[in-house]
């Protein structure tokens, strides 16, 4: 059996023979965080986070919400109405539409309108903030997508009170309407923004790789 190093010495004294051994390294030198490697795990978490607000965006609109016109005797959904809608339009959609269907439509709102606008908003300040490096630039098109989710989650309420009674009131429609038109046109500007962001990002991709290094 092997003696210690330590048996060893108290062995044979200074004529001890100690094997040499070195300590594994902490780090593993095959791994280096570099710019680069750092910026291909933030593209990556960004595609994710768009792939999901694309995903969502279907399951809302093409899905769900295409899916409730089963409910509503073939009439469209008020999210759905990108030039919005009248106070005759809610009360008809209120007199094809039971308690259950009403029902559906505010649950809807509360899982999937909830969640689209959310992570759609995050993912946007994401592409954004990764892609453009001034800080007032930055800011103007992160307004956008912040908007849009408020706007958007507030009418989802404006909806749903709207078409609660059986004779809408006017107001409540008008705001209801409105806000559904505006977040079909943040929506839209919002889209540019990402791809100026994009653009922007990209362009200065080869400008900042033509930079030399810098070394201490």
């Known amino acids: 059996m092997a003696k210690t190093p330590a048996q060893r010495i108290r062995k044979h004294g200074a004529k001890a023979v ?14 280096s965080r570099t710019p680069e490697r750092a910026q291909s795990n933030s593209n990556l978490i960004v595609i994710a986070s768009v792939v999901a607000s694309l995903f969502l965006f279907w399951y809302l609109h093409l899905l769900t919400l295409n ?41 809807v709102h509360k899982t999937a309108g909830t969640l689209f606008p959310l992570i759609f908003g995050l993912s946007w300040l ?8 001034k ?13 849009f989710a408020v706007v958007r989650l507030w009418g ?3 909806i749903d009170a709207a078409l609660a009674p ?6 409540a429609v008008a705001l209801a309407s409105a806000l559904t038109v505006a977040g079909w ?28 290094v810098r070394r201490p």
């Open 18 to 31: 100690v094997p040499a051994h070195q300590l594994p390294p902490v780090v593993n030198p095959t791994i």
């Open 67 to 107: 899916q409730m016109t089963q409910l509503s005797s073939g009439m469209a959904m008020p999210d759905s109405l990108v030039g919005g809608f009248s106070a005759d339009y809610a009360a008809q959609l209120h007199a094809v539409m039971d308690d259950d269907a009403r029902g559906h439509l505010s649950y």
């Open 126 to 133: 994401l592409l954004i903030g990764t892609n453009v490096a």
């Open 135 to 147: 800080k007032g630039l930055r800011w103007a098109l992160w307004a956008l997508p912040l908007l």
């Open 156 to 158: 989802n309420v404006a």
């Open 166 to 171: 059986a004779v809408p009131d006017a107001d």
């Open 185 to 212: 046109v943040l929506l839209l500007l919002s889209l540019l923004a990402g791809g100026t962001a994009v653009f922007l990002g990209r362009r200065a991709a080869p400008r900042n790789a033509r930079q030399p």
